[in-house]
């Protein structure tokens, strides 16, 4: 029963490129959310999806941030014409439910050159 | 959702109990206690969680006093690899959208 599975778990971008992270979640799971953790900070909630929907995207940035979650494949966090802002671990968390914990993926750590 | 309230850090003699605190006086009624934890650069990890009664699971134990205002995770036995920062979160309803991660208890389990 494999868990939350990110990938790539580290990605180099140089400033004006495009990231795209991807989150698998854990089987039978149709909740996504991203989160954003800054160096030396907490995490930040970004979106949460359900298949197809975005339900709330109150915590992504109003520009070149995106995200999706197709009927098949991973969940994708895209974020456009990187700057080095972007710099942070990405974690992505599934649950089965809305109103059941989440569990949490790895990171992918992405940094902007 | 409600403020919660935890010490910075804290230390523990490994195989000894850890116990975290964390007020949270304004919780309402439909609002559970969750806890995760974050192992140095790792994703969160769940622990557990409670609404009112005391909950335990193979990690931990929850003990959520009478009148919801504050509450203790206790870890009964610590190792090193329980070295982390541990987070309280109150959430509305119990749903897992916006888990608001604040500054936590950095727990210290010392050989």
């Known amino acids: 029963n494999a868990g939350v599975m990110q990938n790539p778990r580290h990605l180099v971008r140089r400033r004006g490129q495009e990231a795209r992270l991807r989150c698998s979640p854990m089987?039978?799971?149709?909740?996504v959310y991203w989160y954003r953790q800054l160096p030396e900070e907490g995490l930040k909630f970004m979106v949460y999806?359900?298949?197809?929907?975005?339900?709330?995207e109150s915590g992504m940035p109003k520009e070149r941030f995106s995200a999706e979650f197709p009927k098949e494949g991973p969940s994708i966090l895209r974020i456009q014409q990187v700057v080095r802002g972007d710099s942070a671990a990405y974690f992505c968390a599934s649950s089965p439910k809305s109103n059941t914990e989440a569990f949490f993926g790895q990171g992918t750590r992405l940094t902007v050159v | 959702d409600a403020k919660t309230t935890q010490p910075p850090s804290m230390d523990c003699a490994e195989g000894r109990a850890a116990n975290l605190p964390c007020n949270h006086s304004t919780i309402s009624g439909n609002e559970y206690v969750y806890w995760y934890r974050q192992i140095h650069s790792q994703g969160p990890q769940y622990i557990i969680h409670?609404?009112?009664n005391n909950e335990t699971n193979e990690m931990a134990s929850l003990i959520i006093t009478e009148d919801r205002k504050s509450s203790t995770l206790i870890l009964p036995h610590a190792t090193l690899r329980d070295t982390a920062v541990y987070y309280c979160?109150?959430?509305?309803?119990?749903?897992?959208?916006?888990?608001?991660f604040g500054s936590g208890t950095q727990l210290t389990v010392l050989p």
């Open positions: 409670g609404l009112k």
């Open positions: 979160i109150v959430i509305r309803g119990g749903s897992a959208r916006q888990l608001t």
């Open positions: 999806l359900q298949k197809e929907n975005i339900i709330d």
């Open positions: 089987k039978g799971h149709s909740h």
